[in-house]
């Protein structure tokens, strides 16, 4: 029966065998005889004397050998087995026989390598399909991309085994690497790739800087591998240099570096290669690496990819970083400011910002970090707040102070952020954002009243109306000339409801032409004539000329007063002194009525209110009423009691209330900036007791005069 094993011919099993031999015998002749480890024999040692002298001798020999072993053995010491090199008559020139070794590695490394150019290579054939290849002296140099030849030191010839071997990793590296460490590489017909891809790997890199220290050791280094190795290091670094200054300065000034593709010469690469390009035309070394590197493609090195400024990016963030926290530390105490809004690509972002003393006084504000999707919950922000603090070890006992936006998750006094951090630390003062609490002050006016609103409503239809159409915004140019045009509303930045304002108080007329020129065109729909008429019917009231007056003038003093709080000297006793000139502003213009009401009629002509010009409805008398005539008010009454007082009211109140919480603030530290007046006894008296639950007033004194003796803090008081 079979036992299922496929028989071959006898034949076959010949040529079997005589494959295995002739492998057998390969492997046999690559490796080192056993001679080539010991002396030959030299002509003298052949005139032995005869046996039974000999015989006698060798005798003699072991006993005196044997009374002495314990002796030697014991007098055995390192040097005694660093002989020379030469003893050993290893064939350093034929890395096949080397013998892995710190002898063998310090006598390459002193006396360099040899690449045995000069022998015969016809010992190298290796037979293929196609033909017989031999090793080529031309794979003894590689040509660069930049067409620079450079020679190939490394690389060694063995005679006996007809192969060549990477000299550094015979030496230095795994014996697992490839056949240039282990029995020699042959394989010619893929010599240039293999070589090109051993010389490029990390380990030879390692191994070839091995041997460099090594020959620096052994008191010789091989100076074509330290120049090569040299070039190519200057080579690069020349290249870091300009790819970091270039990265430096886009990034100082907030620049995007990345385009929509990442191709040289394209309309469409970015700031960082459009910069690179335009230093290559003044810099022949930059424009020479572009030349051969600028598309080379991925998976090769040339530092031009957005993977390189990136990592550059990364290390210039975390020195800033590491400075920054270092300077906190040395000022120990700071204070810090979050605010959270959405990137271009809708991800909520949370700012971090902290602020501190310099060493002269100097106060500063640095930006930290973007933590993303913290959510918007004071519990998640206040989580946010203390793991940041963590992760850079600055301690929340140090903190001294806040200050966000006036958001309930942010400000609220029972469960806001200020609260949750005040639960931790009593000490971090919340010092809410002046500038957002004067725009709340606005919206709040805006809202107040139906009139108020349709009034900056309007304002945003006007400037839709016109942007809407470029034929449009041609006609109303050409009635406006050098006056300035409509502009749109925003909900934060009141300088813009200003400019709003201001562009229809100053161009009432042309405004008002614009949209009759557009209402009388017969070549414009009937649609566009309409929203024409509608938009020009407040212009014939005096009630909106009124409103673009009165608020041009409200507005133009919150415009300026908002430019001073965003200054970056602004400090606590000014902000409460704005506030307060808001105040006595708001409070003075309530009996201003008949001023503005003079300059609507004025530049709209228009002397009746709406009110006075419909027919007074008469409410029908129940039987139970008496004679008396039902008091009425005119039109003029009504808009100044219902909306003029309204909105000053308002805006007093707010104003009032949102300024109370920085009156109470400088309240406690007015005494600081009033020392130069009142002297240094103010520091044991007045505000300075708010602190004593936290520090004996001791110790704020002590602490307050060297804090004073400041250069930064004493000029700032004495202004």
Request: contains cysteine.
């Amino acid at each position: 029966m079979s036992d299922g094993r496929k028989r071959f011919s006898g034949s076959e099993y010949k040529k079997r065998a005589k494959d295995k031999e002739y492998k057998e015998s390969k492997v046999l002749n690559k490796i080192p005889k056993l001679s080539t480890f010991f002396k030959p024999a030299t002509p003298s040692s052949l005139n032995a004397p005869d046996n039974g002298q000999q015989h006698q001798h060798d005798l003699e020999e072991i006993e005196t050998s044997k009374c002495e072993s314990d002796l030697v053995i014991n007098n055995l010491t390192t040097s005694t087995l660093n002989m020379d090199p030469a003893t050993f008559y290893i064939d350093y020139n034929d890395p096949a026989k080397w013998i892995i070794n710190d002898v063998t590695r310090d006598y390459v490394a002193k006396h360099g390598i040899n690449q045995n150019l000069n022998d015969d290579f016809t010992c190298s054939k290796r037979e293929y399909p196609d033909k017989n290849r031999f090793l080529n002296k031309s794979l003894f140099v590689r040509t660069r991309i930049n067409g620079e030849v450079q020679s190939r030191p490394w690389l060694v010839f063995s005679k006996s085994t007809g192969t060549v071997f990477c000299a550094p990793c015979r030496l230095f590296g795994s014996a697992h690497l490839s056949t240039l460490v282990t029995i020699g590489f042959n394989d010619w017909k893929n010599a240039v790739r293999k070589l090109n891809d051993h010389e490029n790997s990390i380990p030879h890199k390692t191994s070839t800087v091995a041997l460099i220290e090594r020959g620096k050791t052994a008191g010789k280094i091989n100076q074509e591998i330290v120049l090569q190795l040299e070039q190519e290091t200057n080579y690069w670094r020349n290249i870091l240099k300009r790819i970091v200054a270039t990265v430096r300065s886009l990034v100082i000034r907030g620049l995007p570096l990345r385009g929509s593709e990442e191709k040289f010469g394209s309309y469409h690469s970015g700031n960082f290669i459009m910069t690179l390009e335009l230093l290559a035309e003044f810099d022949p070394f930059l424009s020479e690496h572009i030349r051969h590197y600028g598309k080379i493609g991925s998976g090769n090195t040339s530092y031009l990819s957005s993977q390189t400024y990136g990592e550059f990016i990364q290390i210039m963030a975390e020195k800033i970083t590491k400075q920054i926290v270092e300077e906190v530390k040395v000022s120990k105490y700071f204070s810090i400011s979050v605010d959270s809004t959405p990137d271009v690509s809708h991800v909520d972002q949370l700012s971090f910002i902290i602020r501190y003393i310099s060493k002269d006084g100097t106060p500063i504000e640095r930006f930290l970090k973007f933590i993303a999707n913290t959510g918007h919950k004071s519990e998640q922000l206040a989580d946010a707040v203390f793991d940041t603090l963590n992760q850079y070890n600055l301690d929340i006992k140090n903190c001294r102070g806040q200050s966000y936006d006036n958001a309930s998750n942010m400000a609220g006094k029972y469960t806001g952020l200020q609260a949750r951090i005040k639960e931790v630390i009593p000490l971090a003062i919340y010092v809410p954002c002046s500038a957002h609490s004067l725009n709340l002050v606005g919206i709040s006016a805006v809202d107040c009243c139906e009139k108020s609103t349709t009034y900056f409503r309007y304002l945003q239809e006007l400037y839709n109306f016109f942007t809407a159409s470029t034929h449009r915004w041609e006609i109303l140019l050409f009635y406006l000339k050098k006056s300035k045009c409509v502009k749109s509303l925003s909900q934060t930045r009141w300088s813009a409801r200003y400019e709003a304002g201001k562009s229809l108080c100053t161009s009432w007329s042309e405004i008002k032409n614009a949209l009759q020129a557009i209402i009388d065109d017969a070549n414009e729909k009937p649609v566009t004539k309409f929203d024409a008429s509608v938009l020009l019917k407040p212009f014939n009231t005096i009630e909106m000329c009124f409103m673009t007056v009165f608020w041009n003038e409200v507005l133009e003093r919150f415009h300026i007063v908002n430019k001073k709080l965003q200054s970056v000297n602004i400090e606590l006793g000014m902000i409460v002194e704005l506030y307060g000139s808001l105040e006595q502003y708001i409070s003075r213009i309530r009996n201003n009525f008949e001023e503005y009401e003079g300059k609507a009629i004025q530049i709209c002509g228009e002397m009746q209110y709406k009110k006075d010009k419909r027919r007074t409805v008469k409410r029908k008398r129940q039987f139970d009423e008496t004679m008396n005539e039902v008091i009425t008010e005119t039109g003029k009454e009504d808009f100044r009691i219902n909306v003029f007082f309204v909105i000053l009211d308002k805006l007093n109140a707010e104003l009032v209330r949102r300024g109370s919480s920085y009156k109470n603030l400088c309240v406690k530290s007015i005494f600081v900036t009033g020392i130069w007046k009142s002297g240094s006894n103010s520091l044991t008296n007045g505000t300075i007791s708010e602190y004593s639950d936290y520090c004996p007033i001791s110790h704020h004194t002590n602490r307050l005069t060297k804090f004073l003796g400041m250069k930064g803090i004493s000029s700032t008081c004495k202004e």
